[in-house]
């Protein structure tokens, strides 16, 4: 290929690859300001909060290991308070008896709470997935991002304009999470800044993985067969 040449097809690609930012990042503002527009494309979210590893477990674990059901409360809504507290109490009284009872205990309480949580979100419950299921990279990156305090590992890949997008919702998570353990209701605030971040990340993860090292994208109106 001749200097020239190469040059031209350098030029049609960063045109393509602008052309796809701009489109991508009208389609996430688009969608993300109009939710009966988002719910109509975006297909059934790919979920972590039901797995051994994710946080809503752990926070059960926690809340078991310390006595406190509050890290479990911020899980669910107030509503749901009551039921949970009384699985808790069922927990901490039958785990006493021995090492299988407290195993069998502690996966009914970690079930009740999955359950609860992912109703609550309006998702089905289909149970508790073992440790070690597989986990969208852009759930992970969101939540290691959340665990270290920075944003770089999550926005390495993505442009600019869908960065801003993102720093909105992780500067709120993050100023959530600094309160989150003076009350029940200022955790409950911090799940919600971080559900709608772990859900937003979800949708447009897949898009910014132009080269399909990872995975194949899951096909909806906001996917390009080339780029």
């Known amino acids: 290929m001749s200097d020239k040449n190469e040059e031209v097809y350098i030029m049609k690609e960063k045109i393509v690859l602008t052309l796809f930012i701009i489109l991508a990042t009208a389609a996430v503002i688009m969608f993300s300001r109009d939710s009966r527009l988002f719910s109509l494309i975006v297909p059934f979210a790919y979920a972590h909060c039901d797995t051994v590893d994710g946080p809503v477990v752990k926070a059960a674990r926690k809340a078991l290991e310390t006595g406190n059901v509050n890290p479990a409360l911020i899980w669910v809504q107030k509503k749901d308070e009551a039921e949970i507290k009384k699985a808790f109490e069922k927990t901490l009284a039958v785990r006493k008896l021995n090492l299988q009872a407290e195993e069998l205990a502690d996966m009914y309480f970690f079930e009740t709470l999955v359950r609860v949580h992912r109703a609550g979100e309006g998702e089905p419950y289909t149970g508790v997935k073992p440790a070690g299921s597989e986990v969208e990279p852009g759930i992970l990156a969101a939540d290691k991002s959340i665990e270290t305090g920075s944003i770089d590992i999550l926005t390495k890949e993505i442009s600019n304009q869908i960065t801003m997008e993102i720093m909105e919702r992780f500067n709120r998570v993050i100023e959530k999470k600094k309160h989150m353990n003076k009350s029940v209701q200022?955790?409950?605030?911090?799940?919600?800044?971080?559900?709608?971040?772990?859900?937003?990340?979800?949708q447009i993860y897949p898009s910014t993985e132009v080269n399909g090292a990872h995975h194949v994208a899951p096909e909806h109106p906001m996917d390009t067969k080339k780029h």
Do not use: L, P, Q, T
């Open 186 to 202: 200022d955790g409950r605030e911090f799940v919600k800044a971080y559900v709608e971040f772990i859900h937003y990340v979800e």
